[in-house]
């Protein structure tokens, strides 16, 4: 008979002492029939196959990640090198103070064309993110980000004029409320 710990739980089932390890059994403690066994194991199997397979699907968006990030990262830090050795070359020649020598400017363009041969590998997560989320949420984020990234610029520009506004206002507004208090009192209020 089945026994209940609880109102609101399923009931559970002696379990039969008889049964083999790793055979299903049924919900009265019994080993299951075949065919129930056989369903057990396809279900099993479908279940480790799909596993199997969304492993693999990562496996395989993560080799064209990294292949992606490096096409992209070698593109971006050739045109870069190339666009900061003109702008170095044309900046040496109009003032050839500016660096001793050449071997200066294209070791400063190789250090710059490394730094942005990573940008694809930085875009690579948020891409993931737009992906798994959804346009709509990376978008309010990124909305998020930026007006926040203004706020604190705003903040940072604009704090130190309403700090001097206030240690102006201040004095005048103390007096004035001492003022009214005083005429209000003037009144016997």
Not at 10 to 32: D, K
Not at 55 to 84: D, N
Request: aromatic share 12%; charged share 5%; proline share 7%.
């Amino acid at each position: 008979a089945p026994t209940s710990s609880s109102a609101g739980a399923p009931p559970t089932y002696p379990l039969s002492q008889n049964a083999p390890i790793g055979v299903p059994l049924s919900a009265y403690g019994q080993p299951a029939s075949p065919h129930a066994q056989l369903a057990s194991a396809i279900v099993a199997a479908q279940q480790a196959n799909d596993v199997a397979n969304q492993a693999e699907a990562k496996y395989q968006r993560l080799l064209l990640t990294r292949s992606t990030c490096l096409i992209w990262g070698i593109i971006i830090a050739v045109l870069s090198f190339l666009t900061f050795l003109g702008i170095f070359i044309n900046a040496h020649q109009t003032n050839p103070d500016a660096f001793a020598n050449v071997g200066q400017i294209v070791a400063v363009c190789i250090f710059l064309a490394c730094c942005f041969f990573f940008t694809p590998f930085g875009f690579a997560p948020l891409k993931h993110f737009v992906d798994n989320h959804g346009f709509f949420i990376v978008f309010n984020l990124v909305f998020l980000c930026m007006a926040a990234m203004i706020a604190l610029m705003f903040s940072i520009f604009v704090g130190p004029i309403y700090l001097i506004y206030l240690m102006v206002v201040i004095p005048q507004a103390r007096q004035d409320a001492l003022l009214a208090r005083q005429h209000a009192q003037s009144f016997g209020v």
